[in-house]
């Protein structure tokens, strides 16, 4: 199965800030299939990515993604402190789908 | 636009068993991959495995295999996880998923991204 390995665990800045998420694969990644979940205290995953760079219906425009093959990013610009949460990037592009073990962000 | 609604948090003794449900409301169901994804406290997400439940034909991740069910209810538009033999490492928030595609083989691989969630169903295996 593929590994997904997220870097940093946590990432503290403050509001203003861009926050880079990276999400590196064990293995190239089928067709890019690569999605991005947000996920605050308390509730359930929430879909912010899908394809490595396109956005979910309603997700603000400073969310983005990027990448490809093994190596991906998700992009925070103007970081707010409703982003609080932690991300996780997932592969469906291989059987089992796997999830990376996430990356907090913390504002200062 | 589909939801999908749990039921409420279990608790349960080491070696019993426990059934959540996922019902789905508000949309197409039936012939999408239903997932289940655990969530331990204070860890990363865990896919269990899924089920097409106009076809009724399931998968489940091997490290899941030998205790895991996933059944449909296709009248109810509900699918249910069960979970056999529980020791104290499966408390765990459990979720469902539906794939963003409906299936194009009757097989419950997707190769598709989750959406929507479940809120999610607490479960406590304490003596």
């Known amino acids: 199965e593929i590994v997904l390995t997220q870097s940093p665990g946590t990432l503290s800045l403050s509001p203003g800030e861009r926050a880079t998420l990276s999400c590196r694969a064990s293995?190239?990644?089928?067709?890019?299939?690569l999605a991005w979940y947000q996920q605050k205290p308390g509730q359930a995953p929430r879909l912010l990515i899908y394809?490595?760079?396109s956005r979910a219906t309603g997700i603000p425009h400073r969310f983005s993604g990027s990448g490809s093959g093994t190596d991906f990013t998700l992009t925070i610009n103007r970081l707010e402190p409703e982003d609080v949460a932690v991300y996780y990037c997932?592969?469906?592009?291989?059987?089992?789908?796997?999830f990376g073990q996430g990356t907090k962000v913390e504002i200062k | 636009q589909v939801q999908l609604v749990q039921s409420g948090s279990e608790v349960q003794k080491p070696g019993s068993s426990v059934k959540v449900s996922c019902k789905a409301s508000g949309g197409t169901f039936s012939n999408y991959v239903i997932s289940w994804v655990r969530q331990a406290p204070g860890q990363g997400l865990e896919l269990m495995g899924g089920i097409v439940p106009v076809f009724g034909t399931t998968n489940y991740v091997q490290k899941f295999q030998d205790r895991v069910t996933i059944t449909a209810d296709e009248s109810t538009s509900t699918v249910y996880l069960e979970l056999n033999s529980l020791r104290s490492e499966d408390t765990a928030v459990y979720y469902c998923a539906r794939d963003s595609h409906a299936v194009v083989v009757p097989q419950a691989v997707g190769y598709n991204w989750f959406d929507p969630w479940g809120q999610g169903t607490l479960v406590t295996v304490s003596s």
């Open positions: 394809g490595a760079s």
């Open positions: 997932q592969q469906y592009g291989s059987s089992p789908r796997t």
């Open positions: 293995q190239s990644v089928s067709r890019n299939y």
